[in-house]
């Protein structure tokens, strides 16, 4: 195979304002030989640590707690398996059996909240990903609809860890406010300029070099107002995977929420632009959606604003970062507080 040599740099939006709701942290999948209970059983562990990982969203914190009764016991957690053909990473027309695992949502979260282990919400920031690559003399970004095995491989990757991803559009809009040159060179006014369209929010770039057999990664991350490197290396998938593994980890570490009796608390809390019973209903979904929610008390309605007193199993700066992620309300800047927020249309 020839060497290529290209840069890859994956953009991530700049910070943690959105979000979106990861529906499959409960599920793992890997290749399986057969359909017997036997190869089924044999895999479950396995399955179940990857769950674990991708709830928990540190794996630095997984394997510094002993979470080898829960993988050991792994059956008594299963909810449901089915099997499908996947393809087979031997080559793109071959296929292979692969085993599906869904775990009971309850009993998982029992469980790491015995062994103490801090669990990341179901809703998570949005990534929006731009791929620039460069090999045979070829530069140029590659986006939503482009047969590229290195966009599957950061797709793969940020489905094992639970990352809700967005990938750009390419389109005649994209293509006017961003150019190669904008992201190999790391010009994000560009960046978060052709990015707003898109309502992402994390910002990361990463610089691929070698080839597919082995690559370097070099990566970094814009989180609010600090920048954090790391390095990945390895073939091609293996250092994309190792760099989004990195990324997952650190997010995870600044969301993930301890739900023990200790950090139960109340916050209070109070929403404007509640304008009909339509705004109520959606506002108190998505609160009661929300993990570390355990009840809701419901104050006074005035001015079309609504006084709230939530009762939360987590750490109050934890759940204010989390609270105005879903795209459903906003801090008002104003207010000092912390206490103060704005239903979004």
């Known amino acids: 195979m020839p060497k290529l040599f ?9 910070s943690i ?14 290749p399986v030989e057969s359909q017997s209970e036997q190869d089924r059983l044999r895999l479950a562990p396995e399955l179940l640590k ?8 540190d794996r630095r914190a997984v ?9 050991t016991d792994a059956e008594r957690y299963i909810d449901r398996f089915y099997y499908q053909q996947i393809p087979s990473n031997d080559g793109e027309a071959m ?39 460069e090999y045979a003399g070829k ?9 590229d095995s290195l966009l599957l491989y950061v797709e793969q990757a940020a489905e094992k860890r639970g990352i809700p991803l967005l ?14 040159n904008d992201v190999s060179t790391g010009n994000n006014t560009a960046i978060k300029k052709a990015s707003a369209r898109y309502g992402a929010s994390v910002v990361v770039t990463a610089r691929l070099s070698g080839s597919e057999e082995s690559a370097e990664i070099s990566w970094q991350a814009m989180l609010g107002e600090e920048v954090e490197r790391w390095s990945s290396q390895g073939t091609v998938q293996t250092a994309i995977q190792s760099g989004v593994d990195e990324l997952a980890d650190r997010l995870g570490r600044r969301l993930n929420m301890s739900f023990t009796a200790a950090d139960d608390a109340e916050l209070a809390i109070q929403v404007s632009g509640v304008h009909d019973y339509e705004g109520y209903s959606r506002l108190m979904d998505y609160l009661g959606s ?19 007193v939530l009762m939360i199993q987590a750490e109050p700066a934890k759940f204010r970062q989390l609270l105005s992620m879903g795209r459903v309300i906003q801090p008002d800047n104003s207010d000092n507080n912390g206490s103060q927020y704005r239903l979004l249309p």
């Open 6 to 14: 290209f840069s890859l740099i994956f953009v991530f939006a700049a």
């Open 17 to 30: 304002a959105s979000a979106a709701e990861v529906t499959d942290l409960y599920k793992a999948q890997a």
């Open 50 to 57: 990857q769950v674990v990982i991708k709830v928990v969203g």
């Open 63 to 71: 394997e510094q707690a002993d979470i080898s009764a829960l993988v």
């Open 95 to 133: 296929q292979q059996l692969a085993l599906t695992l869904d775990f009971n949502v309850n009993g998982i979260n029992n469980a790491l909240q015995r062994i103490g282990l801090p669990v990341w919400d179901k809703i998570r920031p949005e990534s929006l990903i731009w791929v620039a690559i």
């Open 139 to 147: 530069q140029q970004l590659i986006g939503e609809g482009d047969e």
């Open 167 to 180: 990938l750009p559009l390419m389109d005649l809009e994209d293509q006017s406010q961003l150019t190669f």
């Open 290 to 308: 929300l993990q570390a929610v355990t009840d809701i008390k419901v104050g006074s309605l005035g001015s079309e604003k609504l006084d709230l």
